[in-house]
């Protein structure tokens, strides 16, 4: 499969926090945790469980950064 987004990130999945609807599914890439929010059919669709490979794929035209 191709794809656009440039900013594809290969991790692990070290956990998976349940929600009513959504998932907050933690991803460790190189020693930093990524999270995502996704729907519980996407975890599902996915076959997503804790200790499998999956990517981060990062599309956003702006990251913001801020502190007080």
Request: charged share 20%; hydrophobic share 50%; net charge positive.
């Amino acid at each position: 499969m191709k794809l656009s987004a440039r900013n594809q990130l290969k991790g692990k999945v070290v956990e998976i926090k349940e929600g009513v609807v959504n998932c907050e599914v933690i991803l460790d890439v190189g020693g930093a945790t990524i999270t995502s929010m996704i729907t519980k059919d996407a975890v599902n669709a996915l076959g997503l469980k804790v200790g499998c490979e999956a990517y981060a794929v990062i599309k956003a035209s702006t990251v913001m950064v801020m502190v007080d």
